[in-house]
Nanobody, 126 residues
């Protein structure tokens, strides 16, 4: 399994911005990669995903469209999530995930991914 390590979380006020990073340990990151989040008492939800071979193929949850951007830097083996105009509803632990094999379609379904990071906390205050 690919080892993934997230960073970049923190506390911001509503309307602020953060950029999360996720470094992958090997080249299996080149398949589907995604960002998920989980708030206390809630299920893990997909936020954004990207096809590692076709970087223009991305998918976003409706709740973050227009505010979040997922990108992948192959040279650094690093997945990013730029988050703008944050709201308290974005408060959660954020996880990156990767899927080995062919990325047929960027997915926001957690069960489609087989490697996970430990997460980074994002807290947005009003």
């Amino acid at each position: 399994q690919t080892r993934l390590a997230e960073s970049g979380g923190g506390s911001v006020q509503a309307g602020g911005s953060l950029t999360l990073s996720c470094v992958a340990s090997d080249s299996t990151y080149r398949s589907c990669m995604g960002w998920f989040r989980q708030a206390p008492g809630k299920e893990r939800e997909g936020v954004a995903s990207i096809d590692g071979e076709e970087l223009s193929r991305t998918r976003y949850a409706d709740s973050v469209k227009g505010r979040f951007t997922i990108t992948l830097d192959h040279a650094k083996k690093t997945l990013y999530l730029q988050m703008h105009n944050l709201t308290p509803e974005d408060t959660a632990s954020y996880f990156c995930a990767s899927k080995a094999g062919i990325c047929w379609l960027p997915s926001l379904t957690a069960s489609n991914y087989d490697s996970w990071g430990l997460g980074t906390q994002v807290t947005v205050s009003s």
